[in-house]
């Protein structure tokens, strides 16, 4: 989609293949990983870097649909040994899941590092891995634009100290409704925005799932919608692909305002809408500009007062 | 608030003394009940007559309170005996609940009779109560222009045939985001509405309590945004308040079109937010037209894009 030289959103984060059990389907060795999702989605709106680790087993043609996504994919490290490897089934609701197995592989040894080329990248999106990791990142960037951060339980559990050190450092914090009562021991979500805007970044998105999002920042709360699909068929990383397609629209926006950043929820909330009514990448490979725009029109439709 | 002549709006429900216990606090014999909610909701938009009954031990200051919100009560019946009486209590989340126990006393004879004044109304509500009720009201209307029913799980279960018998005959059904789908036999919210609008209905709102609701009608899909309050003290009868509210806008905008019921709904999130941060009627008692528009305003900029 873009020339390689052309990197303005860089995003760092895990790479798997996921064996997903639905109540209607189960699917083996799937692309999956918050990077994998993230970049595909920016894809449709910029130049996109990403900065993973795959092991030597990693499918050809997974690596053939990261170059047809025109993903630049200098930053990846490509390892002797196995790819990362996670397995779930999803309850009935298609919302909950439970983790059957994780195989961390070639992802424990993971040191993220960015090349040269990336450094200047205004945009950064730190997907969810270990903040340790995501500390490492953000002491090899220049001057970004803006630095968002995902995160999960896992950490705010065992790394506490680290992410709120990866707090501080960031413009944007997102995570779930759970994860931010966790993290800042709040129930209701605005105090729990509150607390963590004091703790730094500017902007704070809470996901709520098949209810879509909401932004806190220094323009007020804005609600985002999510898009009401027709049937779910693979609900797996539209949380990457809601953040993936908001970091493409910034940039390709040229920055961030309280204009831009409400659109860019929405295209956000669009890109992930399509993303579930497939498994892994499957619908977002075919996904055209077209098909964002109309889907973006009619959710704009949906809320407008 | 209005001549007692002028019934716009006729609602028909339950009047309850309810104890409710969260987990931070228990109170006894409140004014509760859909009517009561609805009635003090539609009284700040219209002319709001009450269909309903209650017992000689009725609190001759909840009466006040009718009075004091303007809602005309030549519907409402006073017989001997006990007033409904229901309990609750809220888990932590404050929004499951476990009724601990129903007492229906003057409620179980019960049988609707509308006032010759309110035969004209425009703008009817049948809050939830049995749909054979229901349909004894529908017998006593002349033509009124939007007819709304509420319902519930219970008679999904029970009385399954006259509730179909009532959606064929309303303008809207409204219900929550469980009871669409335990009458549709559907999970996605869309196909619950269409199969819910091929019943009769020309709308049909499916509530999804904080997370807001949808209105599925004959101009597309309205998302509902739910105003995020900061603390919720008692979130009984926001559905009731939410309807409420949304028939005296209607009513006093001049009809139903899709911008008049966009906003409707609106002012239903409004009014129902503002209703859940006291007790039963308690903050709606101190409410004014100057809070609700502040906060409509406030809603309608967190859902503009």
């Known amino acids: 989609m873009s020339e390689a030289e052309n990197v303005q959103v860089v995003i760092v984060g895990s790479i798997g293949l996921d064996t997903i059990e639905t109540p209607f389907e189960k699917r083996e060795e799937l692309l999956g990983g918050s990077v994998s999702y993230a970049c595909a989605a920016a ?37 002797e040994g196995r790819t990362f490897r996670w397995s779930g089934v999803y309850d009935a609701d ?6 059957l197995s994780t195989e961390l592989n070639v992802f424990e040894q993971f040191m993220p590092v960015m090349p040269p080329r990336y450094r200047a990248a205004r945009y950064i999106l ?3 891995i270990a903040p340790e990791l995501q500390l490492h990142v953000l002491d090899q960037v220049d001057a970004p634009e803006f630095v968002v951060a995902d995160t999960m339980d896992l950490w705010i559990n065992i790394a506490r100290d680290k992410l709120v050190e990866v707090i501080g450092r960031v413009d944007m914090l997102m995570l779930n409704d759970s994860e931010a009562r ?12 509150e607390t963590i805007r004091a703790m730094g970044p500017e902007y704070v998105v809470i996901k709520k799932g098949e209810h879509g999002a ?11 919608p999510a898009y009401p699909v027709d049937a779910v068929t693979d609900p797996t990383g539209a949380g990457d692909t809601f953040a993936g397609a908001m970091m493409g629209h910034l940039a ?12 860019a929820l929405l ?11 497939a498994f892994s990448l499957d619908r ?21 007062v």
Request: proline share 1%; net charge negative; with cysteine.
């Open 43 to 79: 894809s449709f709106y910029t130049g996109v870097g990403m900065v993973g680790v795959v092991g030597s087993d990693f499918h050809d043609d997974y690596m053939a649909l990261y170059k047809q996504f025109g993903i630049d994919l200098e930053g990846l490290q490509c390892v």
């Open 94 to 99: 298609m919302i909950n899941r439970k983790t």
């Open 126 to 128: 730190l997907g969810n």
């Open 182 to 193: 966790l993290l800042t021991d709040q129930y209701h979500l605005r105090r729990c925005a």
């Open 214 to 224: 909401m932004l806190f920042g220094p323009d007020g709360l804005f609600l985002v």
């Open 252 to 263: 390709q926006n040229g920055g961030v305002s309280d204009g831009t950043m409400r659109a």
């Open 267 to 277: 295209h956000g909330a669009v890109v992930a809408s399509h993303g579930v009514e």
């Open 284 to 304: 977002l490979a075919s996904l055209t500009a077209e098909d964002i725009d109309t889907r973006f029109a009619e959710l704009k439709a949906m809320v407008a």
